[in-house]
């Protein structure tokens, strides 16, 4: 099972990282209007690495979003503190590319 401690490939930097959504633009929007946010889930994590620059398209990133069942975000956010087991996670994945 796969856990979310904030971690790089090689270990050089440890410890853990937050973001704000932009008021503008944020990743579940752009999820949503691809298709991947189903109703009744919310994005809970994202896991964010590079593509490797040998394919022949070039580097970019692939995103990973995890969505947990329900939409309030106070009750996920308490359920998940509260589970002493891993939850489950419906994933998604998506390629961005420079392009």
Same mark, same amino acid.
């Given at each position: 099972?796969?856990?979310?401690?904030?971690?790089?490939?090689?270990?050089?930097?440890?410890? +853990?990282? &937050?973001?704000?959504? $932009?008021?503008?633009?944020?990743? *579940?929007?752009?999820? *949503? $209007?691809?298709?991947?946010?189903?109703?009744?889930?919310?994005?809970? &994590?994202?896991?964010?690495?590079?593509?490797?620059?040998?394919? +022949?398209?070039?580097?970019?990133?692939?995103?990973?979003?995890?969505?947990?069942?329900?939409?309030?975000?106070?009750?996920?956010?308490?359920?998940?503190?509260?589970?002493?087991?891993?939850?489950?996670?419906?994933?998604?994945?998506?390629?961005?590319?420079? *392009?």
């Amino acid at each position: 099972m796969e856990s979310f401690k904030a971690r790089v490939q090689h270990g050089d930097w440890d410890g +853990t990282a &937050a973001a704000d959504v $932009k008021d503008s633009s944020s990743v *579940e929007e752009y999820l *949503e $209007k691809k298709g991947l946010i189903h109703p009744g889930g919310s994005l809970v &994590a994202i896991s964010v690495s590079p593509i490797e620059k040998r394919s +022949t398209a070039g580097g970019g990133i692939v995103v990973r979003a995890f969505f947990y069942k329900g939409e309030n975000f106070d009750s996920i956010a308490n359920e998940i503190a509260s589970s002493k087991e891993s939850i489950p996670v419906r994933e998604a994945r998506v390629e961005l590319r420079p *392009e």
